[in-house]
């Protein structure tokens, strides 16, 4: 039942393919993407998107992240969010900040293990239509199965029935959007690096971020897709949460509305476990929390300055500026491993093959993939970091996170005590994709407004419990379903950090 590898997905929009991108490639599937581009809806794409997006300022949210070992496991009860209101999410913050804005707070599903992705839950329209979406960082518009599509595939839940919503707008084309043939609606039309295609018309009304949210539903412009291609077509999840820069953002279009702050955070689950935890909205940072500047004008994405990799305490012999080629060092939520320039990747492969004395090197569990495999390890997670070699990445003054190697390997699924390098070449694309697996059991913090990014090692299936009681919220948290038998690595590993932060941290994570 289970895959014979990991799924791989790459959900980084390709830039430059906008309108009529070509057919999605069904091979390709190998690790990715020499084409790291990306389309931008940086352009207008609505003048009159503003009409659709009226509402007065309100809280933030957080939102839980789950996950689901095999596709028919989620139970209905980890599914549906729990609650918990506005009141409750200020005083998380009510030490430090007099007025803020609360957040929505929502689980992530599913894992990198199997499905090669993690999901959140939306709701849209009224009355709501629930989704299970693919958090992506790498890419902006948000979008589901329409009623009226002509290529989708089966998905988790129903289609988006636009007729069955009292609040659905269809947004009418105008001359600062890409209309649809008839010049009526506009469109949107997107394709990823993994070569998987979606496309449809653009519509706004109402999302629902799930009952434990402490934001209220907010009006939004969302893709409802006619035609998907490629691992959107195959794929169990619905559709895509895009998180990354640009007006269609959800995260843009909250700000816009004055209903969040700048900012949001991802908090991916285990090899493990899996799940995790969403934050819209600003969190106030640990003090331990480790900051690197995230450029806007750098590249579309969200960037780290990524300067060096050590590896057992040892930097690797790599000039800094290799981090830094083409869109320069990439975090991608919706890309399921890491990659690296050629030399980089090559340089990072020895280093960790120097060190894994007692292992024996064996092949992959799919042929089709030329994976780097090791066997004689635990089965048990949390004692990886006796067997491989700790990782850590440095940024620009210095500053470092640890990688435990539940953030570098996958599980071999044929082999027991087995484990994979989840670190590939990135083609001849000299861009550094950092995707999900780097950020397991991490507490990711996205300022936007502070153009940084914060990493913070942690449990992120407690991180969910931790918020809760912060918030004094009585609301009994959407657990993983755990069908497997080992604990995942929890370090509470992290380097030190020039923190020049606030002293507050989230009451109950330490
Ligand atoms: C939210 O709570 C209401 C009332 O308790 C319930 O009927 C509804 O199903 C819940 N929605 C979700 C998405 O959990
Ligand atoms: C939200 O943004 C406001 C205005 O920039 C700021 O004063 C406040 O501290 C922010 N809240 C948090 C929790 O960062
Ligand atoms: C867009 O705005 C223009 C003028 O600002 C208005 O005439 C037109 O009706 C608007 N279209 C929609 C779809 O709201
Ligand atoms: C759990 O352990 C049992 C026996 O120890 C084994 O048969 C089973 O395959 C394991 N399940 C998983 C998901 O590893
Ligand atoms: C896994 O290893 C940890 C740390 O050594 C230990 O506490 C735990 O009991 C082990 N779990 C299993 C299932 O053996
Ligand atoms: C992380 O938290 C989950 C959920 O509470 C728990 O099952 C797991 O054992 C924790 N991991 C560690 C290593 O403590």
Known sequence: MAWARPHLHSLLLLFLVFFYSCAANPTARAPLSSTVLYDSDHRPYSANASTVLVGPAGPAMILPLFHHITKKSQSASSSSGTLSNAKHRKNLRKSSIPHSLPHARMGLYDDLLLDGYYTTQLWIGTPPQKFSLIVDTGSTVTYVPCSTCEQCGNHEDPKFAPELSLTYEPMKCTMECNCDVENVFCTYERQYAEMSTSSGVLGGDLFSFGNDSGLDPQ????????????DLYTQHADGIMGLGRGDLSVVDQLVDKGVI??????CYGGMEVGGGAMVLGSVSPPPDMVFTGSD?????????????????????????KIFNGKYGTVLDSGTTYAYLPEQAFSVFKDAIMKELHSLKRIHGPDPNYNDICFAGASSNVSELSRTFPKVELAFEKGQKILLSPENYLFRHSKVNGAYCLGVFQNGKDPTTLLGGIIARNTLVVYDRENAKVGFWKTNCSELWERLQLATSSPAPSPQPSHQNNHTEEASSVLAPSPSDLPHYALRGIT
């Open 219 to 230: 009006r939004a412009v969302f893709g409802c897709e006619n035609v998907e291609t490629g």
């Open 261 to 266: 702050n700048d900012s949001f955070a991802l």
């Open 296 to 320: 806007p004008l750098r590249s579309p994405y969200y960037n780290v300055d990524l300067k060096e990799i050590h590896v057992a305490g040892k930097k690797l012999q790599l000039d800094p």
